[in-house]
């Protein structure tokens, strides 16, 4: 059975007081009741280790939202998937629009995070989608295949179960316009299709496909009533403990 979850990410947000108060109300709201899906904070690197001192690891996982494309050495400024772990963290964002659009992170790129990701025991939330002219030219299939064969189609099957898919069309990403939960499932199915071919129905099946985009808990019950649709990668809405809570809650 694949896991369903809905994870934050924070990106460039909150002092690390912010950060800690946030995961705190986080945690404090699981408490009482218990999720039923896995839960995931995404957080900006100075925050991770302090998140994990201060969150219940059976309540709430805690992920970076990137890591360094090379192991160690002189490469100011960069933080490693090594250094990660040793937070306590047990993921990774990586392939997220904005580091593709931004910080001309390639697949060349990605694939060599990723490796490296793997290699000290991160899971990977893996980020694809396409951007607005992609999708009124009707090329997110062709897109998104491309963005998961370049950088994920090297691991091995039992590698490849570490991954987390998250599809999040470019044009619903903080815009407010959310994928319609028809269009959402229709390429999700597509994805889970792309990763049958390759490593069969088995791993196709277990393997977590999130939506990103827009979500909301006004809109995520629709979303996660997808059959492909297995939870949520939310920007925006995770800045607020009540609104993140609020689409956790979508999985009753
Ligand atoms: P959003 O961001 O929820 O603010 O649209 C999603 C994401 O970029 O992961």
Not at 38 to 44: D, F
Not at 95 to 104: L, M, P, Q
Not at 129 to 151: F, P, S
Not at 179 to 208: F, L
């Amino acid at each position: 059975m694949r896991k369903k979850i809905v994870a934050g990410n924070w990106k460039m947000n909150n002092t690390l007081q912010e950060g800690v108060k946030l995961a705190q109300d986080v945690n404090a709201i699981l408490a009482k009741e218990a999720p039923k899906c896995t839960v995931i904070l995404g957080t900006p690197f100075i925050h991770l280790a302090d998140v994990v001192r201060n969150v219940d690891n059976k309540l709430v996982k805690v992920s970076a939202e990137n890591c360094a494309d090379k192991e160690k050495g002189a490469y100011t400024g960069e933080v490693s998937a090594a250094m990660v772990k040793s937070t306590g963290a047990e993921y990774v964002i990586l392939g997220h629009s904005e580091r593709r659009a931004y910080y001309g992170e390639t697949d060349e790129i990605l694939k060599n995070k990723v490796d490296l990701a793997l290699a000290n025991g991160l899971q990977v939330i893996f980020c694809i989608g396409e951007v607005l002219e992609q999708r009124e030219a009707n090329q997110q299939n062709e897109v998104v295949k491309a963005q998961v064969e370049n950088a994920l189609f090297h691991l091995s099957a039992e590698q490849f179960s570490q991954i987390v898919l998250a599809y999040e069309p470019v044009w619903a990403i903080g815009t407010g316009k959310t994928a319609t939960s028809a269009q959402a499932e229709e390429i999700h199915a597509y994805i889970r299709s792309v990763v049958a071919a390759k490593y069969g129905n088995q791993v196709a099946d277990d393997t977590t496909i999130l939506y990103g985009g827009s979500c909301k808990a006004s809109n995520a019950p629709e979303l996660f009533a997808q059959p492909d649709v297995d939870g949520g990668l939310i920007g925006g809405a995770s800045l607020k403990a009540e609104d993140f809570h609020g689409i956790i809650a979508a999985f009753k």
